[in-house]
């Protein structure tokens, strides 16, 4: 009997070398949270990003926003702006900091954060209490953020940004690098992102002070001296140079991932844009998506949920687009600026299988049922 596999939103895809340098940190006894692979590591990412920036590895994307907002001094108090429309890893760590997060709605064109409801939750909050500490903007799903609107705003107020990439790596955004946009980036090498250490991160910097200050702090803050020494309060968030052997395995592959997700896209765009009832978030021009999940938007709740339901009927998995933050239950006391943006997509929005593992087969499949589904 012939059974068909499930087929999964985003799984990982490893390239070939990953095992050489996982065994290489056998054979050599680098089992810890430094050595060979983590400098290597770091050193594919400084070149594929390109320009001078400084990468920390981390053990996860989470772990590098926290680093983040302790590098810009965000403490109890203090308030942060954070993209609504994100994954709760983004906003998190500002509650792990003591401080208080804002959230911010979308814009339609890259579904990413609004500059205008930015600045206007910027006056309103230096009018009603005091400067907000930092900007926490996300390229979600792999699409750029109107990075100049949002530098303007950022310099204008002197408001440093903290550009989450964890979605965006081989992203770009008028030929440079997402991830190097702002005063300080981050990735994440989750299992489902567009390559993986099965679970890392990494913090970006041009300052190489900074990137030493994030390491130092990522190892527990050790002064130098023969003995522990500690004049400040550190974290265990070092990479793992078994699991940086993995990442320099991927590294190796980023480019056909970058491709394959976007080929993904091209296929689903190009055989259901007929449809009027689906739209696509389409780049605008200079900004450049790895397209790490294609996503759709439906034209009302009811069609997301029938697609959704048709593609578990065939095991498939897909799923609604991420929930706001603002409508989040951890976060209901939290001030938000908003629009209904966010809410709609939510609602009506789908993310379809996306790996760059998927096969023309497996597409097909998601595409027939879900043309049934339309046809209805
Ligand atoms: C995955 C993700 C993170 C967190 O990264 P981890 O490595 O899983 O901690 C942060 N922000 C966004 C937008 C993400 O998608």
Redesign the pocket.
């Known amino acids: 009997m012939l059974t068909k596999t499930k087929i999964y939103l985003s799984s990982p895809h490893m390239g070939g070398s990953e095992q050489k340098f996982v065994n290489q940190a056998f054979d050599t006894n680098w089992i810890a949270p430094l050595g060979p692979n983590v400098d290597g590591f770091e050193n594919d990412i400084k070149n594929y990003l390109g320009g001078n920036n400084e990468v920390a590895a981390l053990s996860?994307?989470?772990?590098?926003?926290h680093l983040a907002l302790q590098l810009l001094g965000v403490s109890k108090g203090d308030e942060v702006l954070c993209q609504s429309f994100?994954?709760s890893?983004?906003a998190n760590p500002i509650v792990y900091q003591g401080a208080t997060p804002i959230f911010i709605d979308s814009e339609s064109d890259t579904w990413n954060m609004s500059p205008d409801l930015l600045e206007i939750a910027i006056k309103d909050r230096i009018e009603k209490f005091k400067k907000p500490k930092a900007i926490i903007a996300?390229?979600?799903y792999g699409m750029p953020y109107k990075a100049k609107e949002i530098n303007e705003i950022s310099e204008k107020y002197d408001i440093p940004v903290i550009e989450?990439s964890?979605?965006a790596l081989g992203s770009t955004y008028f030929n440079r690098a997402c991830g190097t946009l702002a005063d300080l980036g981050?990735l994440?090498?989750?299992g489902?992102?567009i390559i993986t250490t099965s679970?890392?991160?990494a913090l970006i910097t041009k300052n190489l002070e900074l990137k030493n200050k994030a390491v130092f702090l990522s190892t527990q803050a050790r002064d130098q001296a023969p003995h522990y020494e500690h004049s400040s309060i550190g974290f265990n968030y070092r990479m793992s140079n078994v699991l940086a052997g993995i990442g320099r395995g991927q590294m190796e592959v980023i480019d056909d991932r970058v491709k394959a997700r976007r080929a993904n896209y091209e296929y689903y765009k190009a055989n259901l844009s007929k449809f009027d009832t689906i739209e696509f978030v389409e780049e605008p021009q200079g900004f450049f998506s790895n397209r790490w999940i294609t996503c759709i938007k439906t034209n009302s709740f009811n069609t997301r949920e029938a697609i959704r339901l048709a593609l578990l009927e065939d095991d498939i998995e897909s799923r609604p687009l991420?929930k706001p933050m603002h409508m989040q239950p951890v976060f209901k006391e939290s001030l938000s600026y908003t629009d209904g943006t966010s809410e709609r997509l939510f609602n009506n929005g789908l993310c379809l299988p996306s790996g760059s593992n998927l096969t023309e087969n497996d597409l097909e499949r998601i595409l027939n049922a879900i043309i049934k589904t339309l046809n209805k």
């Open positions: 996860s994307g989470t772990a590098a926003i994100t994954f890893a983004s996300v390229h979600l989450d964890a979605e981050i994440s090498f989750n489902n992102k679970g890392g991160g991420w």
